[in-house]
């Protein structure tokens, strides 16, 4: 995804430094693997469920799980988590969680010290990438990253924009089984 | 020396301005401020709630230098960073708002003066004596003419040249500064929505010193489209005043429907109780291609730009009635009204028309020629079916929707002949059209979602202007002392996550006795939906300014009554003296008055303004999803942040550790996490034990019911002492302080930020 920049970029530059697009399990679960203190943020649309039923927030919890991930439950999901068996670590808003991190003396969730890989899923994708955004200008001692289905540019790593869903469950699915190597 | 004259003319000057040697009140420390009077103020607001800024652009392309990047600490070729950068947007967002209100103010005051003259005296009945709150505060005038609004409006414009100047390349080098700007133009912004409804209610004769207003009918199935429909939109009721006039001059108010779209619509039917209201702007384009309206006029602000074009489509007459917005069409003022209206029946042709005598006398007569020839009807559901079959559900429409949601799949569902999605999105739709821009099979996809909105009517209070004198009597002592648990004010536009999130809001703070406030297109939406009884919040809760009242003050520039009210407080309730005293009205409202504003669907720079004019006196707003892009909120650490006030009675600073309010401008994601959030920004540092229990007792139920079991993280720092605890809860709360070793405080005798900042008031000057 990464833009071929005019010679002349003072006239036409579009102003996107974008995120790294990866469509590799293997080198998502890497990066998570690499991070000493990730964070993960959950947003609402964590609440639907796939065609076959499972709610998506399980995705989420077997990512945290199989990461030994700290997990901040952002608007009204943490009803369903708990629901679903899993206190999280902390509940923060967007907003609130984002303005934290760009702290760098911030503990963390777990005061243990600031997070150093941040990741994003189920924020609707307005909110999560002015969130993004914060982060990438505000917040250069951290790295990002995104679980949702489309691009985001603000994250320092996203996913592509799936056309269809089973392709994105499949990479879910894909990321949890790599991320479980070696536990 | 110099400088020390200098200031000595200028206090002169305004204080003849000012009228300063009539004695109502003493003349505080800073009447008619200019931008650095109250920055003191300013800063020690941004020093708890620090601005939080999120870019929505990584450039500056302001200036011929440019673009500049401002990506990875880089600063632009003038010097800017990016957080002084968005501060700047910030503040030029604001003057946008404060000069729209503002010159709202100005043109009804012209137009107004015209009329009456001057001297005519502002009476705005015998409940109100204290008739300007915002002005009275900041200006330090007590307006008893409409020319004494004048005097207002002057400053404000004055300040408004010297803030946008201040945004010019080059200059100001200070996110904080910028933002202190920002306050300053958005406290402008309710002096200049104060001057123009309180003209508006003494030229138009608005109700006033009146709780219980006309009921009046909402929705386009309320239209009766077999008379002759004139659509007014916008905000500026000039046009639409005298166009029902003109109908009542020549006994036609039966024989003709006065619609109104977003605030136009609000202020008409507070001059007329037969005109019906359409909805507010996210029905704007929807209503347009029906072809209901005979005639279009439109005022100013929040109209659309492609009126001109959408009324051409369906062959509805257009009239641009004011000069903000002439869409490029020929002014024909100074024409003859017959030929006007010759050309706009046999040509189809749309016109200025500035005056607003004219415009109505045309729009009268175009309507009741063009209409009898003009078909009006609705989509079936069989032509809808049928219309849907191109869609391909490619998603296209998704992509370039600013609520993100898939209209493809309503329209897809339709094609089948299930029309439940296509309803719910309806709900969801802000009404930009842009969905149907972007459609490759070029799908008429508003004509389809005529069956979504169907013909179903609504109710809505009249706006009622300011709140009473003798209402904020009864209220004040309960507020303070947070036995009424908080003021609940939903305001602005209607971008929303979901309009359905406004009644629920509405409906779950007035069952548990807030008083809820409404203006703008959220007082329109709080209407639309009906219980299981028919009935709406409307007509379902009490219209007066008290525990579990659903009080409409009207629209846009209605706001100043509610930034009106919380000073009232402070002035009748508390006795303090409010002229030119901004500072203590805004230190008052801050620790004592549990007010919380909520902007769930802000789209404008009017909302950025009016927001912000509401954090400078001190009351948090809670933004919808869609506002984080306005750049910027103010946010606490609640942990870690200095919630240190002065105790004016004992005089010594104490920190209450309590984070009370938490932030003043605050975005969330859903109704669901707001309610909690709305509940708990109702909570001061002045609260007595029973009214801390109360507002703790609707914290935690909140919590409870939206966020899940247990008890909020927070809940320790919001507990004193064991009194604090609501009974509901007792056993649990006891439990959980107990576990992570609370420790019991004392309540703050008398909480003021005076004396914990540079300033020039004396301690002295809160204690009442």
Known sequence: ?183 | MAQVKEITRKLEEIRKKIKAEIPWEPVGPTPMPEMPDLRQWDMRLLKTYAPFYAPFCDLCCFCTYGKCDLTEGRRGACGIDIATQQARFVLMACLMGCSAHAAHGGHILEFLIDKYGPDKKIDLGTSIDVEAPNIRTVVGLKPETLGDLVIALDYVFKEIAHALDSTHTGQEGSALDYESKALHVSMLDHVGMEVADIAQIVGFGYPTSVADTPIIELGWGAIDKSKPVILVSGHNPATSTVLIDYLREHNLEDQVEVCGLCCTALETTRYSSKAKIVGPLSRALFFMRTGIADVIMTDEQCIRTDTPQEAAKVGSAMIACLDKAMYGLENATDWDTDEIVRRMVDNREQFAILDPAKAAEVAVKVAMKIAPERKKGWLTEAEAVELAKKCTNCKMCEQVCPNLFNIGGGISEVAKGNFDVIRRQFLQCVGCGKCEQECPNNVPIFKIMQIAAGTETWKCRSGRGPIMDTEIRNVGAPITLGTIPGVIAIVGCSNYPDMDDIADMVEEFAKRRYIVVLSGCAAMAAGMRKDKDGLTVYEKYSPNFDAGGVVNVGSCVANAHISGAAIKIANIFAALPLRGNYEVMADYVLNRVGACGVAWGAYSQKAASIGTGFNRLGVPVVLGPHASKYRRLYLSRKEDDDWRVMDARKREIVDTVEPAPEHLAYVCETKEKAMPMMAKLCIRRNDTPQGRAIKLNHYISLYKKYIGPGLPEDIHLFVRRDADIPLVYKKEVRAHLQEIGWQPREPVGLPTLIGTYPTKVPVDAVIH
């Not at chain 1, 199989?66 to 967007?94: F, S, W």
């Not at chain 1, 969730?109 to 307005?126: A, T, W, Y």
């Open chain 1, 1 to 183: 995804m990464s833009a071929v920049i005019p010679r002349h970029r003072v006239n036409v530059l579009t102003g996107l430094k974008s995120a790294k697009l990866i469509e590799e399990p293997a080198e998502y679960a890497d990066l998570i693997k690499k991070a000493k203190r990730p964070l993960l943020v959950v947003g609402p649309l964590l609440l639907a469920a796939t065609p076959e039923g499972k709610v998506l927030m399980q995705y989420a919890l077997d990512i945290a799980k199989a990461a030994n991930i700290p997990v901040c439950a952002t608007a009204h999901t943490r009803g369903k988590m708990v629901e679903l068996g899993v206190e999280p670590q902390c509940v923060y808003d967007v907003v609130e969680v984002v303005n934290a991190l760009k702290d760098p003396k911030w503990l963390g969730v777990k005061k243990e010290g600031n997070h150093d890989l941040v990741m994003f899923f189920g924020i609707r994708s307005d909110l999560g990438n002015q969130g993004l955004s914060t982060l990438k200008h505000f917040a250069p001692h951290l790295k990002t990253m995104t679980l949702c289905r489309n691009y985001f540019p603000h994250a320092n790593y996203s996913l592509p924009n799936f056309k269809k869903d089973a392709k994105w469950l499949e990479f879910l699915d894909g990321l949890i089984a790599n991320l479980k190597k070696g536990e």
